[in-house]
């Protein structure tokens, strides 16, 4: 069965950008040199899943930070063709959480990245998410987007590990519970 994986950071107070999208307050850090486990993480996966808020903010990253495909979900963008140099790596679809989980179990992916906000709410709100690695990030925001929001009702987490970095990063990793 084909699972989403989130792997995502937030400021201590849940933020996961500034109110208008911008998370130069994570890029900015100097301690992102450190290794937080996304390599080994995204070498696990099969393909992403992204909304157009994120891909907004991570188009232009130089190198390409995904290694696999990436779909992304907007009726805005949906059809249009990527940036020439993302091509074969990056499709815009207009497609719910459970079409687009379909689509990629068809094509193969068993483990999906899901990113952004409003796609992880969404994919949660469906049971389609497996496990959430989060990372808080010694930060107060006191304002912005929240990686969470109103659900249906209450989703259980088993705490699978959590480690302290030495730049004050924590990062827990969540098992969600069926």
């Known amino acids: 069965?084909?699972?989403?994986?989130?792997?995502?950071?937030?400021?201590?107070?849940?933020?996961?950008?500034?109110?208008d999208g911008?998370?130069?307050w994570l890029l900015a850090r100097d301690d992102l040199a450190e290794d937080h486990?996304?390599?080994?993480?995204?070498?696990?996966m099969d393909a992403m899943v992204m909304g157009a808020g994120t891909w907004a903010a991570v188009q232009e990253l130089d190198p390409w930070p995904y290694p696999v495909p990436v779909l992304v979900l907007s009726r805005r963008l949906a059809g249009q063709a990527p940036p020439a140099r993302l091509e074969g790596r990056v499709r815009f679809v207009d497609l719910a959480p459970e079409?687009?989980?379909e689509m990629l179990a068809a094509e193969g992916a068993q483990r999906v990245y899901v990113d952004g906000g409003q796609v992880i709410r969404s994919f949660l709100r469906k049971g389609l998410i497996a496990e959430i690695i989060l990372?808080?990030?010694?930060?107060?925001l006191g304002q912005g987007l929240p990686l969470f929001g109103p659900?249906?009702?209450?989703?259980?987490?088993?705490?699978?590990?959590?480690?302290?970095?030495?730049?004050?990063l924590v990062q827990s990793h969540y098992r969600v519970a069926r």
């Open 1 to 19: 069965m084909t699972g989403g994986y989130v792997f995502i950071a937030t400021s201590l107070d849940g933020f996961i950008a500034r109110q």
């Open 22 to 24: 911008d998370i130069s």
């Open 37 to 44: 486990g996304f390599d080994p993480f995204i070498g696990r």
């Open 99 to 101: 079409a687009a989980m």
């Open 135 to 140: 990372t808080q990030v010694p930060v107060l």
């Open 151 to 168: 659900l249906p009702h209450d989703i259980d987490l088993k705490l699978l590990a959590s480690h302290a970095f030495p730049s004050g």
